[in-house]
């Protein structure tokens, strides 16, 4: 009896033991232990990709990171993946970026933090000021439109498929799906992101709100206020910051640095910024130059605000270029770090666990509406049409890794060139 009894308990034991190694979540902020050299080389490879090939802006980096550390490689679920990008939402600063520097966090802690984010942003900082330097030779933008134009289309095919499938996550209840078509009018009719993203995390907050105790419902009114209060902070205390040196250099740096400590949104958002300190202010640069250097933020692979990589170097050479990217990207890491101790704190209030799913969905009504703009100037035609749907369809069936999609939308414009030429 005893002996069986015995089996039974190390029969038990190793059961748990076996179940204790089953793939799951890493907790944030933690490492990866005796393998993590081999995470942190993983990490690096797949940020140097994505910022290689990450076209068409932070819906789409988000649709495209998604698909690989979701769908491919499994290191987040759609859950988690959901809380980063609605966290990312909430704080100032690159978006997409931030999503990117939060996996690379979670995957290996602070070292993570670091080879996920340079390791995205370097990529397109290295192309925007290749470009910035033949923009200062020739006087134009050495852009591949005929590229352009058979990779916008497959780009609405992957945030489509990623707005499908994180929706479904997101909208756990009738509720949440009415918060969702709220942001989305909101973002049409075109409010501040911020406004969108906390009003989305109020509104979905307030039903819990209502039938808690009158002690627990001052206690969660307390946790939000302290919340949009650090949030509506970060942005006034950066706003404060008046550049005051006269060496041009480190002036270059605190403007971006500003710049990246308040700015939400796309990089249309950015061009205000941009154009108060630049043209206005220092008379730096000509509208003209402005609009160009925002253009080639837009049209090249990795984060928009690599477009101060651009801006630096027409300033300041190589040197003013490595200052400008500093200074703008520099917030984001800090962010982070303070967001990927917030996350999993405000998880565990019922409240602020609920505000969290508002700013999820708000996020994806945000994405939506980007999504609708982008495709109206990337869905021109027949062609673009059919590229469209076709990518949607491949998506959608077969779950094809998007690199390929976009290397075949690339042809289809290079080919589409050489037609028109012959």
Known sequence: MTDNSERSERATE??????STSPSP??????????????????ALAFLKLGTIAFGGPAAH????????????????????????????????????EVAIFIGYRRAGLLGLLIAGLCFIVPAALIVAVLAMGYMKYGHLPVGQSVLYGIKPVI???????????????????????????????????????????????VASLPGLAVQAPRDRMRSVAALAGVLALLIAIPLAATLLTPASHSRLITNFLVFAKIGSVVYGSGYVLLAFLKTDLVTRLHWLTSTQLLDAVAVGQLTPGPVFTTATFIGYLVGGPIGAVAATV??????????????????????????????DGVNVASLALMTAVSWQLGRTAIVDIVTAVVAVASAFVLFRYRLNSMWLLASGAIVGLIRVAISHM
Not at 14 to 19: E, I, L, V
Not at 334 to 351: A, C, D, E, N
Request: proline letters at 6%.
């Open 14 to 19: 190793h059961t748990r033991d076996a179940s």
């Open 62 to 97: 988000i649709a495209m990171m998604r698909q690989e550390f979701v769908d491919r490689r499994r290191w987040l679920t759609e859950a988690d993946f959901l809380d980063l990008v609605g966290v990312a939402n909430l704080i100032p600063g690159p978006s997409s970026t």
């Open 327 to 356: 200074g703008i990207f520099a917030p984001a890491f800090l962010f982070v770090l303070l967001g990927g101790r917030i996350v999993p704190q405000l998880r565990k209030s019922p409240s602020t666990s609920a505000f969290l």
């Open 26 to 43: 890493i907790p944030m902020g933690e490492g990866v232990g005796g393998e993590g050299s081999s995470e942190v080389v993983d990490l």
């Open 156 to 202: 609405i095919a992957i945030v489509v498929q990623a707005l499908w499938t994180l929706g479904r996550q997101a909208v756990k209840t009738r509720f949440l799906g009415l918060v969702g078509i709220l942001g989305c009018i909101a973002a049409f009719c075109t409010l501040p992101p911020l406004a969108v993203v906390m009003g989305g995390g109020l």
